[in-house]
């Protein structure tokens, strides 16, 4: 997890003695996860509680998900806007607490216990951030519009949603070509009309930032690294295509030409095809690359580390003609990734390189200097040189147990296979009996500066508590943490320290009295 350093010829990471201080531990959950009072994890009490525990538990690190507006399933990785937040993460106690809203409003709180209510965000507690909302627009209309001023994706995305709630349809399909199109004319005629909705929209944005600004800085001051994560692509019906269009593969109509994927392998004998829009980077490349340096520098207002999901696609993106059946008629094409970062400069930033990684993929993030991954359920599908196993791994990665796109650890016992249970068990001269904190244990144990968990391992749950499953839009997300049972603080906590990763301690304070205890002693 190296901050990285640009040199004339690329980047380089920090020295050796620099590095092993940055030897940490950290968790992997959600916002949505946490126990939160009501039914989705938020930004509040829930929050704070469980930066304290990763301090006391010897966690340096919460990764997290992407906290963009979620699109379909409550997806956060297909969401309609690379800029905005989502709202249903703000806290209520939080808006009670700044006079925003009546504890007697927000009344009975449902609570889904072990699960996500989505169906209850939607009905329950939209209207109670909407009120909100309204009540900060009348109350503080100056901080508003600065706000509005100082980040114009703000404005553009209240209108999207607004006009996007109205039409309830993508917006190539909106009944006013003038608003398709986004005719200055049009588009200020929409903005007074709806004007009430738009300001909503907008506080909301507001409201979130404080909130989040808040967190961000109690976990700094807990010594916790905020660690987020970046979707490549984005929604063909998003704020983005609809604001860019001349950013991204579309026709006149706004609708994808190309689209991105994955080719066929081992898993999958027709490849992969997500949709999205791929990027026409000619025109990234005209304006300097200004959009990326936006969109990661907004993702960089909230986390402290930046996790760029499919890195690969910034070497070469697999291109899929957009009325193709199958990815398999996709083709490579090269994009200027190494140019792109050039332009971004130094950046605490993560490769997420799984996948086909090639050697110019390995070399472009050579080049960034960022720290790639490896996933401990990968490992055990090889013999020795496996380049997942621990003893292959180079300091500059960060190393997991498993993601949120994988099984639990329990769960991929569970369902691995003799092949690969026989293998880990005489990697580790272990049983299966405790596969989760042993999984745990290697991670802690690699040379990798970085180890997280999810925090399902850390409970040892099995594949009834996993995420996501990839390719699938029913079922997914929904995932909540109850309790802790006590004694997993003190083990992650000794794990961390037998492991080298606690922070480093504080120099002592210089004292004339215990410098030199014979000059203080009494004649």
Known sequence: ????????????????????????????????????????????PAAYGFVDWLANAGCRVWQILPVNPVGPGWCPYASPSAFAAEPALLSLDGLVSDGLLE?????????????????????????????????LAAAEPEALAEYARSKPWAGEWALFSTLHARENRGWQD??????????????????????????????????????????KAYARGKGVTLFGDMPLFVSGDSCDTWCDPQLFALDEAGRATEVAGAPPDAFSDDGQLWGSPVYDWSAHTAEGFSWWKRRVGRALEHVDLLRID???????????PADAETAREGTWKEVPGAAMFEALGSLPLVAEDLGIITPEVEALRAAVGCPGMRILQFAFGGDAHHG?????????????????????TRGWYATAGGVAQDRYRRYLGADGA????????????????????PMQDVLDL?????????????????????????????????????????????PARKDAQTDNPSDNAEA
Request: net charge neutral.
């Open 310 to 320: 499919h890195f690969r696609g910034l070497q070469a993106t697999w291109t899929i």
């Open 434 to 453: 405790d596969v989760s904190w042993d999984f745990i244990r290697m991670a802690w144990g690699s040379v990798a500066e970085t180890a997280i968990a």
């Open 174 to 215: 909106w009944s006013d070509a003038g608003l398709r199109a986004r005719n200055p004319t049009d588009l200020a005629a929409a903005r007074a009309e709806l004007s009430g909705a738009v300001g909503e929209a907008l506080a909301l944005q507001l409201l979130f930032d404080r909130q989040w600004a808040a967190l």
């Open 462 to 506: 099995g594949g009834e508590a996993r995420m996501n499953v990839p390719g699938t839009e029913d079922g997914n997300w929904g995932w909540r943490l109850q309790d802790i049972p006590w004694w997993v603080e003190g083990r992650l906590l000794d794990l961390s320290e037998s492991y080298g990763r606690l922070p480093p301690p504080k």
């Open 1 to 44: 997890m190296s901050r990285c350093r640009r040199g004339s010829t690329g980047y380089s990471v920090l020295p050796q003695h620099e590095r092993d201080s940055m030897r940490r531990a950290g968790i992997l959950l959600h916002i949505t996860s946490l126990p939160s009072r009501g039914p989705v994890g938020d930004i509040g």
């Open 103 to 135: 504890l007697s409003e927000v009344g009975p709180r449902p609570q889904a216990r072990g699960e996500a209510d989505w169906m209850s965000v939607d009905g329950w507690k939209r209207p109670l951030l909407s009120l909100a909302a309204k009540r």
């Open 388 to 408: 997942y196993l621990p003893h292959n791994y180079d300091a500059n990665t960060v190393v997991y147990t498993g993601t949120h796109d994988n099984d639990t």
